[in-house]
């Protein structure tokens, strides 16, 4: 089955370009995204419980931390960029 980048799935990584829908978007539904490979490596580490879900270039897909138990979307730069709304470089978000 194909994942859909307009999915519900990603309802959370959407619109990261927006600061005003994401402040919304983040006070209502309690959540914020982390970015990049460092942080998410230290949120895994520190704070795993926080960790909702997984958006990763599949380029970078071995750099998720193997102690990870949620959902992982490994998928191509293209499909990143049409959910967070913009041309995504850093390579993995998580919704926290």
Do not use: W
Request: hydrophobic letters at 40%; aromatic letters at 10%; proline letters at 6%.
């Amino acid at each position: 089955m194909a994942l859909d980048p307009n999915g519900p799935s990603f309802d959370g990584f959407r619109r990261l370009n927006e600061p005003r829908y994401r402040r919304r978007y983040e006070e209502g539904s309690g959540t914020f995204i982390a970015e990049g490979p460092t942080v998410i490596a230290h949120v895994a580490q520190h704070a795993a419980a926080l960790l909702e879900a997984i958006l990763v270039d599949n380029r970078m897909r071995d750099r998720v931390p193997s102690s990870v138990d949620v959902p992982i979307y490994a998928v191509d730069q293209e499909f990143i960029s049409k959910v967070v709304g913009f041309e995504f470089h850093r390579g993995m978000l998580a919704l926290c």
